[in-house]
């Protein structure tokens, strides 16, 4: 068990485990939908921080409970801020720290993942939907535009066409639209959305950490460079991977017919 204690630091949020390597971030306002507000997205930048440090978290589930993820930000305090206020805000700091993160995450989705919401889940490496889920970004609605990846990593999931669609009409897609345009990995009911989640992160908990950080820097490379580059930081990582005691416990492992006791080194 870990030694980290982990505790919620805002009131917006709720924090469990770890727990088989798995930790637990849920979104936690209810009366407001989960309305992202700048204390929760630094509570989920500063759990984030501790669990990348602790050795014992090996994988995070982020959800915002069984009936909604996050509707968007919160209105109400982006309602108080100019332009200048909006230019020095912290957020976009607090949503890169988050995409910083290198272990991975696995988002569960049930009711609305909308603007400020969309943009924080699709910080997930995999997102378990529940069939109620929605996916928008209606910032245009308000005569605004996504500001936190809405227009970018959005258009990397689902291609021009749609995002446009999403972006410029501000129309929302269905769960099963979004596992069709490849936002999602796997749609399940609602009332079994955060128990699979859980049970992906367990799974990709009890493989080798090592191997698993480096995958996940790999394939998110593939998104940001060119396909000659991120083959060479492939490679690369593979090649380094060659060199821990981990890889030499996997094929010993394999060959001699029995389950594998990673090291983390």
């Known amino acids: 068990m870990s030694e980290t204690t982990y505790i919620a630091p805002d009131e917006g949020l709720r924090v469990s485990g770890p727990e088989a390597g798995v930790l637990e971030i849920r979104l936690d306002r209810p009366a407001a939908r989960n309305a992202l507000s700048t204390p929760i997205l630094r509570g989920i930048a500063a759990l984030l921080d501790k669990a990348e440090r602790d050795d014992e978290v090996r994988c995070v589930v982020l959800t915002g409970g069984d009936t909604v993820f996050a509707a968007g930000a919160d209105l109400a305090e982006m309602a108080a801020k100019d332009m200048q206020a909006v230019l020095l805000e912290e957020r976009p700091r607090l949503f890169a720290a988050i995409g910083r993160f290198p272990k991975p995450i696995v988002g569960a989705v049930c009711g609305y993942a909308l603007g400020g919401g969309c943009e924080l889940v699709m910080h997930a490496d995999i997102i378990v939907a529940g069939e109620s889920a929605?996916?928008?970004?209606?910032?245009?609605?308000?005569?605004?535009?996504?500001?936190?990846?809405?227009?970018?990593?959005?258009?990397?999931?689902?291609?021009?066409?749609?995002?446009?669609?999403?972006v410029l009409a501000g129309e929302f897609i269905s769960a099963r639209e979004a596992q069709t345009a490849g936002l999602v990995a796997e749609v399940v009911a609602d009332e079994a959305c955060i128990a699979r989640a859980h049970e992906l992160a367990r799974k990709i908990a009890g493989k080798a950490p090592l191997a698993v950080r480096l995958a996940k820097d790999a394939v998110l490379q593939s998104f940001e460079t060119p396909l000659s580059a991120g083959m060479a930081m492939e490679r690369r990582n593979f090649v380094i991977l060659a060199g821990t005691d981990d890889r030499n416990e996997g094929v010993a492992a394999f060959l001699e017919k029995r389950k594998p006791v990673w090291k983390g080194r």
């Open 134 to 166: 929605q996916f928008g970004q209606p910032e245009i609605n308000l005569g605004i535009i996504p500001g936190a990846g809405g227009t970018q990593r959005l258009t990397h999931a689902v291609g021009k066409s749609l995002a446009m669609k999403m």
